[in-house]
Structure formats: structure tokens, C-alpha cells
């Protein structure tokens, strides 16, 4: 790389030589700036996943099955296949399994903050010293991503970019003979048998162009003679296939910030940064009440419980569809679409579909307060006959009223946001159940109205019952609810911020809310402790300072 850049500044100074010293004092100068580069991520990553070490296993690592706990089996049925066993009791937060990837691919729009080899957030990259749009986080990921892959894909990048998931086919091709773990990934179902036809041909055709690409753009088959182009198209086509249904996306909770001038995160989302395979991972059966959580410290997956599951019972993942966000029709189709089976857990086996999850759309009764069930004339809890069409009208006029406030949002009038999300939240209090999810939605976005406004004492009241509404949807442990409690944390601090500048730490409001502050601090702390991945915690920027800055005494 370095004469390649000589060789560049002769071109574009031409007549003009560079001396020996010059040469010299240069070449020190580009092995100077390439270990700056390595030790700048040393020095500014050290806040993130960098350093969070990877757990144990519960029980140390199953000799038999890579990279899951000792405490676990994999077995054998007729009907279930393939599938993970406890051995012995496990607890709340044990951990399940800690695994690496057989292969990942970071998506393209993250390339300018992941490690293009390993996943690792990055603040300054190495890139490819070929084409420089793959970057990477130290020369050993890019030594080892050339090595390994990159020196195929390098010249291919665009038709990678536009072949979605089949990319990642390619390259688990391309790893096949770097790791004794390609049996494991050999064995994952393919389901072709069961893919639409149409489908199959398109990835069939996909397959095709990467053979090809690889044959005449690439010395990929002068370098690896064992291997001819026919039986790496049907290696590429397999592994395709495999990833409709075992593919694996690599998350990151994202934060934003939601008031300008603000250094305090009150709102994070999920984002996907990558696609993997895991092939031990995916042993796991799905149940639309997963009995794990999966989180992620760089590419690494870790699995845990997050509630106890004794020996005999099954470990269960939850392939996307859940039981407390799409009803039963909706997960069977999903299931059946993508996964062709038709799944039967507890929650798909009920006769009728659960009333717990239907108050979640609900209509308000007008008598006593309680839900009023989709499709349904009268309160579940006084069974009185309900003014369905008054109530539904009602309701889609708060709905109006709430789109049109997005739009106010989007063109930055606060004022007439304000007022919109205020109105369908008046509205939608009169006809929606208390835990009706357009409710609470039409109440999240008025509270981040006034946070941007800097009305924080309203926002509080706002968030407290938006938290209510999730606990009681996803439970007091989900992400969900740790999500809106940082929320909730970052705004009472700035009420507390705000009695502190005129100087009103002694008055009732501000003991109060440091009471508040406590309390929430220590909700949080529970609900990480017990469910949620301590990365999740690392994730959010100065939460961790934040936490321990409260007294609790």
C-alpha cells in the first residue's frame, strides 16, 4: 500500500524525484498513522463493547455441542428434529450459549462504523487497500478478512450489495474449508423442497452470477483446484436456502437524543448491522413465548434465560413472531411462509385466542372503564352493551388527529404538533382501553413534544403511564419496558436539573423527585440484572455513569 502511494505522488508530481530521506521520513510517517489509527480505537472505544468481556457458559462449555453450556443437550424427535434440552435446572440469566459465527456480513449503510471482519464499533478505520470500501478495525481483521474472503469479493462489492441475504450464502462458501465447524452448518435444512418454485429459481440464478463472477473475475478456481464451478454454484445455492430460514440478524440499540442541544439519550431503538449464521444457535426450536433473550458483544451471540427453565424442558428462541405483538393468525402465516411449519406452542394451542393480548386493541367501556374486545358488543369485565359505532368513530378521529400532528413534526411546527397529539390524546382517552396500544402511542409522542419543549414535569406523567401499558403488554423485565425507564431516568434528571439552577434542592418537588430517580434507577437495574443483557446497559451512552451517580442511601 505504501509504494502503491509513492508511486501515486510521482504520478501526480511528475519530474519531481523523492529522495532517500524523503522516501524514509514518508514510509515512517504511514506506519506511524496506521498505528495511531489502531490506537485511536483503543483509546475512544473504551466506553463501548470493546471491553465488555464475553460471559461463561453456565456450567463451562458443552463438550459436545460447540459453544453452548454444559448444562444443555441437543436431541431427537420425529417430530420436533433437532432441538435443545436443559440437562439440569437452569436459572434466571444463566447463560445458554456464546457463539461466534461461522460467517457474518455487515450491511452496507453500517460500514462506516463497524468492523467489516468482526462487527466491532469503530471510530477509525483500516480500509481495504484494494478497493477501500471494506474497513476494518485493526490490520489483524483486515489480514484475515483478506485472507479468508475479501481478496473474492473485493472486486464484486456492488453485486454483493444488490444480492441481499445471498451474499452472505457466498461467503459461508467461501469459508468452507478455514473451519472444522462447516459440518455444522452442512447439516442445517435447506427447505428447497419446500420453497415456491419461483423462488428457488431466483436463487438458483443468483448462485449462477456468483459462480460466474468468481470464475471470470476473480483466480478463485486457479487457487482452490479442489473445488470445480459446478459443485461451488450448488455449494452457493445450499447455503442460500439455509439462510432463508437460519440466518441470524446481528442487533445494536441505537440512541437518540430527542431535545436539540441535549447530551441526555431518552430514546433507543434496534438496529440490525449484520447478518450471520450460528449454526449452534440455531438448534433452537421456536415458540411464540420464548423462554431466552439474545443480545450481541460484537459478533458474538449470547443467549440467556430470562426465566427458569428446569431440566428435561426445552430452550426455545423466538424466530420473530411473538405472541405479545402479532396475533395468532398473523404468526401462523408468517411461520408457515418463511419457516414452513405451523407452530404449536402454548400460546398457538390455546382454543381461543388469549383476551390478556386483545385488551392491548381495545375499545373503553362506557360504563365501567374495562376493555371492550375487537369484534366484541360488550365489556369483557360488566358485559354491558357497548355504542360500538360511536366509540369506533370516535377513535378514528383521534387517529386523524394524531397523523396530522406527525405531519406538523415532520415540518418542524411544534406548536400545532403540540396541540394535535394533545386533542388524540383527549379523544383517544375517552373510547380506547387504558392499555389500547394506539393510546399509548398517541401519549409517547405528545411526551417527546414536550421534552423537546422542555416541559419535563408533563412529560413525566406521560411516560409513567406509557410504562404501565408496557409492563402490562411485555412484561416488567422486557426491553421494552428498561427502554422506556431510561426515558423516564433521562427526563426526571432534567426536572432535578432545572430546580437545582434556582436553587430549590431543599424544596418538596425536588426530594421528590430524586425519590423517583432512585426508584427508577433501581428498576432498571433489576430488569437488567434479570432479564435483559448487560450489553444492552454498555449500549446506551453515559447510562452506566448516570446509574451510579444517584445515591441510593
Same mark, same amino acid.
Given at each position: 500500500? #505504501?509504494e502503491?502511494c509513492?508511486e501515486?505522488?510521482?504520478?501526480?508530481?511528475? !519530474?519531481?524525484?523523492?529522495?532517500?530521506?524523503?522516501?524514509?521520513d514518508?514510509k515512517n510517517?504511514?506506519?506511524?498513522?496506521?498505528?495511531?489509527?489502531?490506537?485511536?480505537?483503543?483509546?475512544k472505544? +473504551?466506553?463501548t463493547?470493546?471491553n465488555?468481556?464475553?460471559?461463561?457458559? $453456565?456450567?463451562?462449555?458443552n463438550t459436545?455441542?460447540?459453544?453452548?453450556?454444559?448444562?444443555?443437550?441437543?436431541?431427537?424427535?420425529?417430530?420436533?428434529?433437532?432441538?435443545?434440552?436443559?440437562?439440569?435446572?437452569?436459572?434466571?440469566s444463566?447463560?445458554?450459549?456464546?457463539?461466534?459465527?461461522?460467517?457474518l456480513?455487515?450491511?452496507?449503510?453500517?460500514?462506516? @462504523?463497524h468492523?467489516?471482519?468482526? /462487527?466491532k464499533?469503530?471510530?477509525? #478505520?483500516?480500509?481495504?487497500?484494494?478497493?477501500t470500501?471494506?474497513?476494518?478495525?485493526?490490520?489483524?481483521?483486515?489480514?484475515?478478512a483478506?485472507?479468508?474472503?475479501h %481478496?473474492w469479493?473485493?472486486?464484486?462489492?456492488?453485486?454483493?450489495?444488490?444480492?441481499?441475504?445471498?451474499?452472505?450464502?457466498l461467503?459461508v462458501?467461501?469459508?468452507?474449508?478455514?473451519?472444522?465447524r462447516?459440518?455444522?452448518?452442512?447439516?442445517?435444512?435447506?427447505h428447497? @423442497?419446500?420453497?415456491k418454485?419461483?423462488?428457488?429459481? @431466483?436463487?438458483?440464478?443468483?448462485?449462477?452470477?456468483?459462480?460466474?463472477?468468481?470464475?471470470?473475475?476473480?483466480?478463485?478456481?486457479?487457487?482452490n &483446484?479442489?473445488i470445480?464451478?459446478?459443485?461451488?454454484g *450448488?455449494?452457493?445455492?445450499?447455503?442460500?436456502?439455509?439462510?432463508?430460514?437460519n !440466518?441470524?440478524a446481528?442487533?445494536k440499540i441505537?440512541?437518540?437524543?430527542?431535545?436539540?442541544?441535549? =447530551?441526555?439519550?431518552?430514546?433507543?431503538?434496534k @438496529?440490525?448491522?449484520?447478518?450471520?449464521?450460528y449454526p449452534?444457535?440455531?438448534?433452537?426450536?421456536?415458540?411464540?413465548? %420464548?423462554?431466552?433473550?439474545?443480545?450481541?458483544?460484537?459478533?458474538?451471540?449470547?443467549?440467556r434465560?430470562?426465566?427458569?427453565?428446569? &431440566?428435561?424442558e426445552?430452550?426455545?428462541?423466538c424466530y420473530?413472531?411473538?405472541?405479545?405483538?402479532?396475533?395468532r393468525?398473523?404468526? %401462523?402465516?408468517?411461520l408457515?411462509?418463511?419457516?414452513?411449519?405451523? *407452530?404449536?406452542c402454548?400460546e398457538c394451542s390455546k382454543?381461543?385466542?388469549?383476551?390478556?393480548q386483545?385488551?392491548f386493541s381495545?375499545?373503553?367501556?362506557?360504563y365501567?372503564?374495562?376493555?371492550?374486545?375487537?369484534?366484541k358488543?360488550?365489556?369483557?369485565d360488566c358485559l354491558?352493551?357497548?355504542?360500538?359505532?360511536?366509540?369506533?368513530?370516535? &377513535?378514528l378521529?383521534?387517529?386523524e388527529?394524531?397523523?396530522?400532528?406527525?405531519?406538523?413534526?415532520?415540518?418542524?411546527n411544534?406548536?400545532d404538533?403540540?396541540? /394535535?397529539?394533545?386533542?388524540?390524546?383527549?379523544?383517544?382517552? $375517552?373510547?380506547?382501553?387504558? =392499555?389500547?396500544?394506539?393510546?399509548r402511542?398517541?401519549?409517547?409522542?405528545l411526551a417527546?413534544?414536550?421534552?423537546?419543549?422542555?416541559?419535563?414535569?408533563?412529560?413525566?406523567?406521560?411516560i409513567?403511564?406509557c410504562i404501565?401499558?408496557?409492563?402490562?403488554?411485555?412484561? /416488567?423485565?422486557?426491553? +421494552?419496558v428498561?427502554?422506556?425507564?431510561?426515558?423516564? #431516568?433521562d427526563?426526571?434528571? =432534567?426536572?432535578?436539573?432545572?430546580?437545582?439552577?434556582?436553587?430549590?434542592?431543599?424544596?418538596?418537588?425536588?426530594?421528590?423527585?430524586?425519590?423517583?430517580?432512585?426508584a427508577?434507577?433501581?428498576?432498571?437495574q433489576?430488569?437488567?440484572?434479570?432479564?435483559v443483557? &448487560?450489553?444492552?446497559?454498555?449500549?446506551?451512552?453515559?447510562?452506566?455513569?448516570?446509574?451510579?451517580?444517584?445515591?441510593?442511601?
Open positions: 500500500m #505504501f502503491e509513492i501515486l505522488v510521482k504520478s501526480l508530481c511528475p !519530474g519531481e524525484e523523492i529522495d532517500t530521506q524523503e522516501n524514509s514518508l510517517a504511514y506506519e506511524n498513522a496506521l498505528k495511531k489509527s489502531e490506537s485511536k480505537n483503543e483509546s472505544l +473504551e466506553h463493547q470493546k465488555v468481556p464475553l460471559p461463561i457458559p $453456565k456450567g463451562g462449555e459436545t455441542f460447540p459453544c453452548a453450556s454444559s448444562c444443555v443437550m441437543l436431541k431427537f424427535s420425529e417430530r420436533k428434529g433437532r432441538h435443545v434440552v436443559a440437562k439440569t435446572d437452569i436459572d434466571m444463566d447463560v445458554i450459549f456464546v457463539e461466534k459465527p461461522f460467517a456480513v455487515v450491511l452496507p449503510d453500517q460500514y462506516q @462504523q468492523c467489516h471482519h468482526c /462487527c464499533k469503530t471510530v477509525a #478505520f483500516i480500509p481495504c487497500e484494494v478497493c470500501r471494506a474497513q476494518f478495525c485493526s490490520i489483524d481483521c483486515q489480514t484475515a483478506w485472507s479468508l474472503y %481478496q469479493e473485493c472486486r464484486g462489492l456492488d453485486i454483493c450489495h444488490s444480492i441481499g441475504i445471498a451474499h452472505l450464502g461467503r462458501a467461501l469459508l468452507a474449508d478455514s473451519s472444522d462447516y459440518k455444522q452448518v452442512l447439516e442445517l435444512k435447506t428447497l @423442497q419446500d420453497m418454485e419461483d423462488d428457488v429459481y @431466483q436463487y438458483a440464478i443468483t448462485a449462477a452470477l456468483l459462480t460466474l463472477y468468481l470464475e471470470r473475475y476473480t483466480s478463485y478456481f486457479k487457487d &483446484a479442489p470445480d464451478v459446478e459443485s461451488m *450448488c455449494r452457493i445455492l445450499r447455503h442460500i436456502a439455509q439462510l432463508i430460514c !440466518g441470524h446481528i442487533t441505537d440512541s437518540v437524543a430527542l431535545k436539540e442541544n441535549c =447530551h441526555k439519550t431518552i430514546s433507543e431503538t @438496529q440490525r448491522i449484520a447478518t450471520a449464521i449452534s444457535a440455531s438448534m433452537m426450536n421456536h415458540s411464540c413465548d %420464548q423462554n431466552i433473550s439474545n443480545s450481541f458483544i460484537n459478533e458474538h451471540l449470547i443467549v434465560a430470562i426465566r427458569p427453565i428446569k &431440566a428435561g426445552e430452550v426455545f428462541n420473530g413472531p411473538h405472541y405479545t405483538r402479532m396475533n393468525d398473523e404468526r %401462523q402465516k408468517m408457515q411462509n418463511q419457516y414452513f411449519f405451523t *407452530c404449536d402454548k382454543s381461543d385466542e388469549c383476551d390478556s386483545q385488551q381495545a375499545l373503553l367501556c362506557n365501567c372503564t374495562g376493555p371492550v374486545m375487537p369484534d358488543a360488550s365489556c369483557s354491558k352493551t357497548q355504542p360500538l359505532v360511536q366509540l369506533a368513530n370516535m &377513535a378521529s383521534a387517529q388527529v394524531f397523523h396530522a400532528g406527525q405531519k406538523f413534526l415532520e415540518d418542524g411544534k406548536a404538533a403540540l396541540r /394535535c397529539f394533545e386533542e388524540s390524546v383527549k379523544l383517544g382517552s $375517552k373510547c380506547l382501553y387504558k =392499555h389500547n396500544k394506539d393510546l402511542t398517541y401519549k409517547d409522542s417527546r413534544v414536550l421534552i423537546e419543549l422542555g416541559l419535563y414535569n408533563e412529560a413525566v406523567v406521560l409513567e403511564d404501565s401499558s408496557i409492563e402490562k403488554q411485555f412484561g /416488567c423485565n422486557s426491553v +421494552e428498561v427502554s422506556e425507564l431510561q426515558k423516564l #431516568f427526563v426526571v434528571t =432534567h426536572v432535578m436539573a432545572d430546580l437545582a439552577i434556582k436553587g430549590k434542592t431543599a424544596s418538596r418537588e425536588y426530594r421528590s423527585k430524586l425519590q423517583k430517580l432512585k427508577t434507577q433501581l428498576k432498571i433489576k430488569c437488567i440484572k434479570q432479564s443483557d &448487560a450489553s444492552y446497559l454498555n449500549s446506551i451512552p453515559g447510562m452506566t455513569e448516570a446509574l451510579n451517580s444517584v445515591e441510593l442511601s
